[in-house]
């Protein structure tokens, strides 16, 4: 109820600014169509607010060109337009297309269609277009709503409408969707094993250099001389195994900033000892 | 007598031949069995018992990067980074075993007259722990 009180004043209001506002408006506007063989040329005024009598025919080949000059109604003097556009409204229920109008600065505008060279967003319309001009200067004028005409284009350059999301499908009792392929997985072969004899053998070949450094280790031991070492060599060797054991946690789990605090601290202790270790035997070899 | 003394003697030039040319091959194999020989026991009656062991393990060492090597050439390269990381501590451990025996070996006085023995070892056991955390980091 208030909702249509409020409308009822504004429409007053904007009527009675409106009547103080200029008004767009079109002059000497025509529409030329010329095809190849000139048999189909003609050209239609535009007197607005009279929209065309008999719709715009385009055939195969021809050129339909617009012109008009954008003027204020009242005093006729020309005006460069904020916006000029037509709207091509598909009748048969497909998607509108709106195309813009060159306008020069002295209101000179026109538009060209060659049907040679077709437009692709019109080439998706179903057909018969009902054709309007619209212009607007909002801060100065108030803007032109000009229902030209009827526009048919000719068949041979209308492509199939673009399907959207929701359409209808193409034939009678397709559905929308089809059936996909079905998926079919597949999997690696297992790992082949190795048989025992092989395996045993490649352990053998792996571990033959240990073999070599024991068996000379045992004929090289009886002949060294085991002398005890002072007790801060077993420090600085406990230090080394510890750096050697971390070491190995770093590989099993840490990241490398969570070693290097642990591995420099844990350096500093081994060269602390390794300090006094070495100068222990250094003098207990100088006796 | 005579005749076989002959026939020997008219034999005798191409026979001679071949056996001074065999005679030379088996001189020079000997001498090459001579010279191992020597090679050996002037090895293990002058090399002190500590440069043995750190021999031991420079063989040690050249053996196991051999067959890691042998192994990425014939089988496969996979996983590379271990490979990597497992050559590359042999040959670096093997490395740092030469220069170590280079410092303790007898007569080292004269080229290493200010780095110590111990200084030598303190030197080896810091660098091979740097080696070993640089091949802990190739195997991922």
């Given amino acids: ?287 | 007598m005579s005749k076989s003394s002959t026939a020997a003697s008219s034999s005798g030039p191409s026979v001679g031949s071949s056996n001074s040319s065999s005679s030379v091959s088996s001189n020079t194999s000997a001498q090459f069995q001579n010279s191992i020989s020597t090679l050996v026991a002037n090895y293990s009656s002058s090399t002190p018992p500590r440069l043995k062991l750190i021999d031991s393990f420079l063989l040690f060492c050249l053996l196991s990067g051999g067959l890691q090597m042998a192994y990425r050439i014939l089988v496969t390269s996979y996983p590379y980074n271990s490979f990597l990381g497992g050559f590359g501590s042999t040959v670096g451990q093997f490395v740092l075993l030469a220069g170590l025996r280079s410092q303790v070996a007898p007569g080292r006085d004269a080229e290493f007259k200010e780095v110590s023995k111990e200084r030598a070892f303190a030197d080896f056991c810091a660098a091979s722990i740097i080696l070993h955390l640089f091949a802990v980091n190739f195997l991922g």
């Fill in chain 1, 1 to 287: 109820m208030w909702a249509s009180k409020l409308f009822t004043i504004l429409a007053a209001a904007s009527l009675v600014l409106g009547s103080k506002t200029p008004a767009l408006g079109i002059k000497q506007g025509k529409i030329a169509i010329t095809s190849p063989d000139g048999l189909h040329d003609a050209t239609y005024p535009l007197e607005p607010p009279t929209s065309l009598s008999q719709p715009i025919v385009l055939s195969e080949g021809s050129t339909l060109k617009l012109t008009f000059n954008s003027v204020d109604k009242a005093s006729g003097n020309a005006v460069f337009p904020q916006q000029a556009h037509l709207l091509f409204e598909d009748s048969k229920g497909g998607e509108d297309v709106t195309l813009p109008v060159s306008v020069k600065s002295n209101g000179r505008a026109s538009w060209t269609f060659n049907t040679a060279k077709p437009i692709s967003a019109l080439t998706h319309t179903h057909g018969p277009l009902h054709l309007t001009l619209l212009l607007s200067a909002l801060d100065s004028h108030t803007p032109l709503h000009y229902p030209i005409g009827e526009l048919q284009l000719p068949s041979s350059i209308l492509k199939a409408p673009l399907r959207r999301r929701h359409d209808l499908p193409p034939r009678q009792g397709e559905p929308a969707f089809q059936p996909q392929q079905e998926l079919f997985h597949t999997f690696n072969q297992g790992e082949k094993s190795v048989g025992f004899i092989k395996s045993a053998l490649g352990t053998g070949v792996v571990l033959s250099p240990w073999g070599v450094l024991l068996g000379l280790y045992s004929q090289i031991s009886p002949k060294l001389d085991y002398k005890t070492p002072p007790s801060s060599a077993y420090l600085f060797l406990v230090s080394l195994a510890a750096l050697e054991a971390l070491i190995f946690v770093y590989w099993v789990g840490l990241r490398l900033y969570q070693l290097l605090p642990m591995f420099i601290l844990l350096a500093l202790v081994s060269a602390y000892t390794g300090k006094v270790a070495l100068k222990a035997l250094r003098s207990q070899s100088a006796r």
